[in-house]
Each structure stands twice: as C-alpha cells, then as structure tokens.
C-alpha cells in the first residue's frame, strides 16, 4: 500500500483534526519518570569519507590511550550548523532528515556553530576496569578534567547510581531567538551481559519535561523526554508518559480518552512546546497501541513455507516480537522467549514472530543456535507496512494480544521475569 493511500485511510477515520501547543518546562535530573534509557558509547570512528566523520571536532589533552567520543545533546542542531556551514552537502543533510522521519524543522535553529555536545574519553584498562573523562567544561580540552571508574550499569539499583555517578557539564542551546548556557547532567557506565560485545559502555543525560492537557475540563500531567534520555533537545524524538495507561509513548501515537485521541507530533524547542494534534478517533481501527486493535500481518513461515496470519491466532493470546538477524539487541530478548514458549503451553499462548529487513540465509543457524521453536514470518504484508504499521522506531518490537485481537501491552521482552509478566498480564493482573 503506497503513502497516499495510507494517509488518506488515516484521514477517513479521524474528523476534527485540531493542532494544540502545550508550553512545558525542562528540569534536569529524571523526576518520576520511569523511563531511564540509556544510549552506546564504543571506540569506533567514523570512515574518513562519511558525513560524520566531516562533523568531527577537534579536542586535545585526553590521557594516553584513551579514544574520545562525542555526544550530542542535539543532533538536528548539530547537523544543520554543520550543513549551514558548508561541512556536508544538501544532499547528506537530506539523507538526515529522511532517516529520522523529519519533515519540517523549527524556525529557531541557529547557523551558528554552538556546542550542542559534550565529548568523552574512554579506555578499557582491564576487564574490570572501563575509564572515562567527561570534558565538563567544554572547553574542548581534556587536561584540566579527571579521570573517573565506570560502573556496571544495574538498571534496579539505578536509581542511586544516579545520585553517586552523575557529572554536571557545560553545553548550549537554542531557545526562541537566543543561544542559551545550560548546565545538564551525564552519565556514564559500564555495559553489562550480552551487551558488552558490541555496546562497552552507556550514557544517558538524565532529564525530564513536564506539560500540562486539559481535556474535559481535567488537567493531566504530561512528562516526558528526548530520545528516552539520549539527548536534550530533539523535535522529533520524544518519550511521553500516557497520564491514563502511565506506558511510554512516542511520536505519532495517541494519548486517547474514549473516542478522542491526542497524537504526539513532537516538539518545536525553540518555543519550548509540545504539539498534539486532537482528533475524534474509531476505537476499532488498528493501531500498534495497547488499547486498540493489532494490525494484521501476513506473510510466509520461514520454516515451513505455509502462508501465515496473526489473525489466524484468534482465540488465543499472542505475544508478537518483531526483530531482524542484524538487530543485536535483539538477541537479548531470545532466550527469554525461547524459556517462556517452553513454560506456557500453545493453547495458552502462541509467540509469533515477524521479521524485519532480516537475512533469510542466517536464519537457519539462528533459529537451532537459540532454541527458536515458534513462526517466523517473512515477506510480511501488512494494513499498510511492518514499519509503519509496528517499527517507526525499530525492532525489537513486542507486545501481548489478546483472544479478541486487541493489544494488552506494548514492549513486554524486558525484564528479568518474562514468564511471571507474561502470565500476570494475562490474568489481567499487571
């Protein structure tokens, strides 16, 4: 199904379409928000010849050994100060925009260089020890900063972790017509598990922003945060807390109050708003949401070679996990399925498994290697398609449907007790 025809079946089934801008206030520090995501830091650069490695900025002074790495705490303001200024071409800042799904940006983003970063230098000194030094000052200038132990990242005690490990830095930003200083927070880690291979540390800038809607005459609080605490400042990715289900939404989906819905556009931080657009909604149309209808996927099992549906499974609950063979992350969430499909039985529950941009020559190795005993579907058709329909923000994607077809939960893979979260939601206890 092309564009034109998705946009407009999404236009038919909504009437009233009303743009709303919420102001709402920047707070360092993660408040009560549950989301405490982290992004990778590794030791890579980039080849030579790429847009990235054209953006680099110069440091000096990082200890002997140590490889720096920088991180925005705003990419579309990096990217476009660079592109402004003639370090990449038109044709590399489109690519850009293009691959983060941005369509407009805001009017206040300055072609002026600002330091819209921090940088990090890192050294693996021994198995047991990861070292890093955090230019706090910015001053692009490692020499006057010391050098700190990472921690191994511990998602339960993370909470103190915080208040031991967080490091206040320099860095500036764009609000309305002016360049501002800021103080924000950074934290760095030591990756645990499987993650370590390919990600050795983490980070995270710990942040929140609070809004407020009014619907019916009802205020409710809005929390949210740039790319699940990986930036500061982003139009597009932004993680709010629904104030009726306390689950984490994103852009392009709804906060929905009986036949309203209010869809996350993203946010204009020049003006400091976040924009919704309010519309009255079918509440039987499907949406990858919990609360709504899962949207069909259909294909071939890649095993078999039998047609397949998720329909075909009405009746019954299904978790649905979407992932590619290139997704490392994804072969986190492996055994922890492969150990619940042995713990429920298939008239309890079936796993089904849809699979995005994926390698169908590795598959075989993959599937004996994690004990995969359930369908895995290629060549996937969907209402309109796997991305659009379940991955804007890519795999793995899970969530856990029930007999009627409508999703229970969203992202249900994590967490250490998969069979006992499984089975609470399923009893309708979670």
Not at 200 to 228: I, R, V
Not at 248 to 263: L, P
Not at 331 to 347: C, F, R, T, V
Request: proline fraction near 4%; charged fraction near 25%; glycine fraction near 6%.
């Amino acid at each position: 199904m092309n564009k034109f025809i998705y946009v407009f079946l999404f236009l038919a089934s909504v009437a009233h379409s009303q743009i709303i801008e919420l102001p709402y206030t920047f707070h360092n520090g993660w408040g009560d928000s549950e989301c405490k995501g982290f992004g990778g830091l590794d030791f890579g650069h980039p080849p030579p010849e790429s847009s990235w490695a054209k953006m680099e900025i110069e440091t000096r002074g990082a200890p002997d050994g140590f490889s720096v790495q920088r991180e925005d705490t705003d990419i579309i303001q990096f990217v476009w100060q660079n592109y402004t200024n003639g370090k990449i071409s038109k044709d590399a800042f489109v690519s850009f925009m293009e691959a983060w799904n941005i369509d407009t940006l805001s009017d206040n983003l300055s072609r002026e260089f600002i330091r819209c970063y921090v940088h990090i230098a890192l050294k693996k000194e021994s198995d047991s020890t990861y070292l890093y030094v955090v230019d706090t000052n910015n001053d692009l200038d490692f020499s006057d900063e010391s050098i700190k132990v990472a921690q191994i990242h511990d998602y339960r005690k993370i909470d103190d972790l915080y208040k031991e490990n967080k490091i206040q830095f320099t860095y500036e930003t764009v609000t309305g017509d002016k360049i501002e200083k800021r103080e924000g927070y950074i934290l760095i880690f030591e990756s645990s598990g499987k993650f370590k291979e390919y990600m050795p540390y983490m980070y995270a800038f710990p942040h929140h922003c609070t809004s407020y809607l009014t619907h019916n005459g009802k205020e409710y609080k809005l929390d949210f945060q740039f790319s699940g605490g990986a930036r500061l400042q982003a139009e597009n990715e932004v993680d709010v807390v629904n104030p009726i289900t306390k689950s984490s939404i994103k852009k392009d989906e709804s906060i929905i109050f009986d036949n309203h819905g209010y869809r996350i556009l993203g946010v204009n931080p020049s003006k400091q708003v976040l924009i919704l657009d309010k519309y009255e909604i079918n509440a039987n149309a499907p949406l990858a949401q919990k609360g709504f209808f899962a949207p069909e996927i259909a294909g071939v099992e890649f095993s078999s070679g039998d047609s397949l549906k998720l329909s075909d499974y009405r009746g019954k609950h299904v978790l649905l996990y979407v992932w590619g063979t290139w997704c490392q992350p994804c072969y986190g969430s492996l055994p922890k399925l492969a150990a619940l499909n042995d713990s429920i039985s298939e008239e309890e529950l079936q796993i089904f498994s849809a699979q995005f941009n994926s390698n169908p020559e590795a598959l075989p190795s993959i599937i004996e290697e994690h004990n995969i005993h359930w369908p895995q579907l290629l060549n996937t058709q969907c209402t309109t398609n796997l991305q659009a329909d379940y991955v804007k923000r890519g795999v793995p994607f899970s969530c856990l449907i029930d007999p009627d077809g409508k999703i229970v939960e969203v992202n249900v893979h994590g967490g250490d007790d998969l069979v006992g979260r499984i089975r609470g939601l399923m009893a309708g206890e979670d």
